[in-house]
């Protein structure tokens, strides 16, 4: 760690390198999402819904198992209550009847002497999912203004807003891509459902912070060094920040991590996903949200 006790990096001169690393995993995502489409889950694009009761409380891994292999794609298991009643949501397309006797009689066959009872069933629609969609699409947007507001209003320059919001946008695009082209052949579900739209709105949130705390170091040099080069200024910003954001970066990816491994399996992408927030967050806010206040304040002062 003594890298990072004095460091001197030059971050402007690789502000280059980081333009052509963003480009092509932007690129790259956005291909993807265009080629491929987004894979979304059973909240995104409807599906059936079962509540069951258990004579005695059943593991939900071994559950969900159980019932891949009879409806053909690993359904959504989860606890409803008590450790006796389990949530199953499933995008079978067949009718409701028969895809309740597939549940029934895999639930029969794995785990006998344990009878299931049906005591809810439900079909998510796609006037329903449509409208989940629309409201997880506006949540991110939403987010994304507040944020560009918050920063205009503390550091009263709009180059700021723009860095911050163009950091976050190119760190939630490039997760969906990866979600994207990588979701049928990740040995775990990348669809993207609820809990994904909630690791998204929590990378925005990791790399907002990571963000402001280099922007925040920047304000203060600027009013401590006012005859220091401006791109000079931001380096070392960026360089008296470094130790705070590797170790808060490192430790928090050893944390979800740690979930990753050992949250269970609907845990997975979840934890995936803010797996590849922290990284790409931590990049952004050295790479991309200085390097967009530069460029835009060499642009400014150009058009002026």
Do not use: C
């Not at 203004?145 to 695009?173: C, E, P």
């Not at 925005?204 to 080069?229: A, P, Q």
Request: no cysteine; proline share 2%.
């Amino acid at each position: 760690m003594r890298w990072f006790e004095t460091p001197d990096f030059n971050f402007i001169k690789a502000h280059k390198i980081g333009y052509v690393i963003s480009g092509i995993l932007l690129l790259a995502a956005i291909i993807g999402i265009f080629t491929k489409g987004l894979q979304y889950g059973i909240d995104f694009k409807g599906g059936k819904e079962f509540t069951l009761e258990f004579d005695e409380p059943i593991e939900v891994v071994e559950l969900r198992s159980a019932l891949t292999e009879s409806l053909g794609s690993t359904p959504v298991v989860k606890r409803f209550g008590s450790p006796r009643d389990i949530l199953i949501r499933t995008d079978d397309e067949r009718d409701i009847t028969t895809v309740q006797n597939a549940i029934l009689g895999a639930v029969e066959q794995s785990f006998e002497g344990n009878q299931a009872n049906v005591i809810k069933t439900d079909i998510v629609g796609a006037r329903f999912a449509e409208d989940l969609k629309r409201g997880a699409l506006n949540a991110i947007i939403f987010a994304l203004i507040v944020i560009f507001i918050y920063i205009f209003i503390r550091f009263k320059n709009w180059t700021f807003s723009a860095g911050a919001v163009a950091a976050l946008f190119h760190d939630v695009l490039i997760v969906v891509g990866v979600f994207t082209i990588f979701g049928e052949i990740a040995p775990f579900s990348m669809q993207i459902d609820q809990s994904i739209i909630a690791a998204f709105l929590t990378i925005v949130g990791y790399s907002l912070n990571d963000t402001v705390v280099v922007f925040d170091r920047i304000r203060e040099n600027s009013l401590l060094y006012k005859t220091m080069d401006y791109d000079e200024m931001i380096n070392k910003s960026l360089n008296d920040t470094l130790s705070r954001t590797v170790i808060t970066s490192v430790t928090t990816l050893f944390v979800v991590t740690v979930l990753f491994i050992f949250g269970g399996e609907v845990l997975k992408g979840f934890s995936f996903a803010l797996m590849l927030g922290v990284i790409i967050g931590t990049y952004s806010s050295l790479f991309v949200a200085s390097a967009m206040v530069v460029e835009l304040r060499r642009w400014r002062k150009e058009a002026s």
